[in-house]
């Protein structure tokens, strides 16, 4: 389906960017980076930087593959019940919305699990490394990778 959010002026460095949330449609997450039907909307990508920035629509009982965050990233937790690095009871964090994170350089994530009906925005300050139990790369999300992912849908 035809998206308006396709146009890619956003990616010239010098230009701002408004998105009205609400009016993009939720696009499938890709196959074989999460469990369950995910779904995210793109909000902006940023070459300068190498950040992208996401809000994802997480059911009750999907979760994000095992990656790493090459660079660090921060969410918003609007809505619902995240549990990251095992939540709180596994040495991570579970974030209640409205919650704040930050993930550092590095983060890895083995699992990122939703006990409820959740949706967060994130930013990505470089590349999600999706990897296999032995740390091989399944798939290296750049913001070009990102954008890409964002156009096929
Ligand atoms: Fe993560």
Known sequence: MENASHEVSHQSPLDGRYVQIEK????????????GPIKWKLLNVSPETGAWTAIF??????????????????????????????????GGSTAIAPGYGYEPCNAQHDKTYFKEDSEFYMTFLGPLNFIDEDGN??????????QTAWEMK
């Open 24 to 35: 993009l449609e939720w696009a499938s997450f890709p196959e074989g980076l999460c469990e």
């Open 57 to 90: 629509d997480c059911p009750a009982g999907s979760s994000f593959n095992r990656h790493v965050h090459i660079g660090p990233g921060e969410y918003f937790l609007t809505k619902g019940y995240m549990e990251v690095r095992g939540g709180d009871n596994d």
């Open 137 to 146: 790369t399944l798939a290296l999300v750049t913001w070009q990778g990102a």
